[in-house]
DNA sequence: CCAGGATCGAACCGACCGGTACCATCTGAA
DNA sequence: TTCAGATGGTACCGGTCGGTTCGATCCTGG
């Protein structure tokens, strides 16, 4: 049956469905993980209309891959504006947000990290470099109202805590990744505001 | 041609030669960045030698990860072992060493890593997981020295910046990496002897 | 009510994949 | 000298991949 019996025809709906949905399946499973065929079947959406709208499978990588990448740096600002002004309280609540994220069954360490180790095409590899910018600028922000001396070094460090505890949290125990590296990330700012 | 002219009949070394040219191929590529045609073009190996020798692509992957892992911990294991009894010399000739590879132009994240985020499957994870804690037993005999409190938990520390500093280098800048976790890294330590 | 666009379902395509089979050729030990 | 085994080269297999096409069906704006 083309185009289901009561569904509104619009396609800017149509794709933001499919980009939403294939989000957690090329998550799950990878990006090689699955092919168009299975995943239209799984999106309820056919190889036409996917193409129609994005080209090719990479093109839908991009753009699941951009959007996821926006919505992880506004679910983290969000979780860091909303936690106060003092600094030591924001990466706190930041690094509870991660570990509440390693703990759920779906966790499978960075989308947009995975995404360019599996397909390391100039492309990807720079919507996950933009990516890690914006969670440095985060990291900055933070750095900059805690007074540290040097705050791209400090926001650097605590990108490197953030990326590794996420890396660990998936292939290690991800009981205490989170709060293992907020200690460490509460004692370099500690640090860095006595200087 | 079969058999070159002056090659030697070893299977032993023909094992060996292909599980060590293969292991730079797939870092290079990805696992599933080459098919067997060319990995064994590559190799100057034939498909049924390959075949008789791994019984399958999935069986060369597993070898080549399991000699990789035992010689990264070995590598890193004489850094450390190889430079005096102070924990501060030795996390500081670990970062120093990890530093020198991100600089190198083959460079690609930790293979480990990066194998079983491409392979999400039980075998793979498997042998990252062992080199993980390989890693970690590591940085947990130099916690240990250091008269750390709680050593497993200092060296989880370091492992998050070990393997935190090893993303950053691949998908930012790959210059400081190793050095700012080193500095992060000697903060911890010194906390940790401190009480 | 009609025309045009959005969608589905399915068939189809060429390319490539991992894996197998066969044979000529060379080595090394008996 | 002989012969078993290791190897290279090549053709081949079924399956799956990303991508295209087509017609039937349904929505929606005019």
Chains 1, 2 share one sequence.
Request: hydrophobic fraction near 45%; aromatic fraction near 4%; proline fraction near 3%.
């Amino acid at each position: 049956m083309p185009v289901a019996k009561g569904s509104t025809i619009d396609p800017e709906r149509t794709r933001a469905t499919i980009v939403h949905a294939a989000t957690q399946v090329l998550y799950e499973r990878g990006l090689d993980g699955i092919g168009v065929a299975e995943l239209c079947a799984r999106l309820g959406v056919s190889k036409e209309t996917l193409y129609r709208h994005f080209g090719t499978k990479d093109g839908l990588v991009h753009a699941v891959l951009d959007t996821r990448s926006d919505r992880v740096i506004h679910w983290l600002t969000d979780t860091v504006s909303s936690s106060g002004d003092r600094p030591a309280d924001q990466l706190t609540a930041l690094f509870r947000a991660l570990q509440g994220w390693y703990d759920g069954p779906e966790f499978r360490g960075c989308a947009l990290i995975n995404a360019a180790t599996q397909h390391r095409t100039d492309a990807v590899r720079a919507i996950a470099a933009r990516h890690v910018e914006g969670y440095l600028e985060l990291l900055t922000g933070i750095a900059e109202r805690a007074g540290a001396d040097d705050p791209h070094r400090l926001a650097l460090q605590l990108l490197i805590l953030a990326e590794g505890a996420t890396v660990v949290a998936d292939h290690h125990s991800s009981a205490r990744a989170g709060e293992l590296a907020c200690q460490a990330a509460l004692a370099l700012l500690a640090a860095a505001e006595r200087s």
